[in-house]
């Protein structure tokens, strides 16, 4: 199923792939993963207090859950938490040492900008 919702996602059919996900959490509420997925479709779509609720379950069920840390840090930036972004961003990027994982890879270049635009606001005082 998860790969069916993937897809869906992937080729931006959001309600399907919504319908998909939320099958799969409540087939297997103790799924990691499918409360990752749920959660990082709630992050694209803007409905971030539910996306944050699937995303911190994820990390309770996983601690390893690299994707979850990504899309949480994502929308604790939104919410104005950088503190907690970068506590994020930085076990995200340690879970993949080796640099292969797409959602880590993300987290270092969302990094990265997040010191750049610190740096640039500290800059100007």
Do not use: W
């Not at 994502?74 to 797409?102: C, N, S, T, Y």
């Amino acid at each position: 199923m998860g790969k069916l919702g993937t897809m869906y996602y992937d080729q931006g059919d959001l309600d399907r792939a919504r319908i998909v996900f939320q099958g799969m959490v409540e087939a297997d509420p103790s799924s990691s993963s499918a409360h990752a997925a749920l959660g990082a479709l709630y992050v694209r779509t803007g409905h971030d207090e539910v996306a944050i609720q699937h995303l911190n379950r994820a990390i309770e069920l996983d601690s390893n859950q690299l994707s979850a840390y990504v899309n949480r840090a994502e929308v604790e930036l939104k919410f104005k938490q950088p503190e907690k972004a970068v506590a994020d961003l930085k076990r995200a990027i340690e879970l993949d040492p080796a640099g292969q994982d797409p959602a880590a890879n993300r987290a270092r270049m969302m990094a990265l900008a997040l010191n750049q635009a610190l740096k640039a606001r500290n800059s100007g005082n």
